[in-house]
């Protein structure tokens, strides 16, 4: 079966960085967009950023843009999110996510991805 395998999240203070992936298995997803949303205590999961097939267009939420980088080797069936600048309001758990709906960076809501690892937490301290 297809499965999403986040990992890489752990506890960091504020101003420093964290390297997450997502290992996908089961299923190729050279040609579809892969996105990576969060979800703090007490809030709905929101969008991060998402990249396009080829890794050469990405979006990003205002709230992350200029700190975090999205990526993608579909060579290793991978998508990898590096956050630098860390802010205690970017505590949560991180997820990553794949759509079947197409490749491009159009895809950016929750239920435009069919697919989903389990998360990984990051914690920023202050």
């Known amino acids: 079966q297809v499965q999403l395998v986040e990992s890489g999240g752990g506890l960091v203070q504020a101003g420093g960085s964290l390297r997450l992936s997502c290992a996908a298995s089961?299923?190729?997803?050279?040609?579809?967009?892969m996105g990576w949303f969060r979800q703090a205590p007490g809030k709905e999961r929101e969008f991060v950023a998402v990249?396009?097939?080829?890794?050469?267009?990405?979006y990003y939420a205002d709230s992350v843009k200029g700190r975090f980088t999205i990526a993608r080797d579909n060579a290793k069936n991978t998508v990898y999110l590096q956050m630098n600048s860390l802010k205690p309001e970017d505590t949560a758990a991180y997820y990553c996510?794949?759509?079947?709906?197409?490749?491009?960076?159009?895809?950016?809501?929750?239920?435009?991805?069919?697919?989903w690892g389990q998360g990984t937490q990051v914690t920023v301290s202050s």
């Open positions: 996510a794949a759509t079947t709906k197409g490749g491009s960076t159009y895809y950016r809501a929750r239920y435009d991805y069919d697919y």
């Open positions: 089961g299923r190729t997803f050279g040609r579809d967009a």
């Open positions: 990249i396009s097939w080829s890794g050469a267009t990405t």
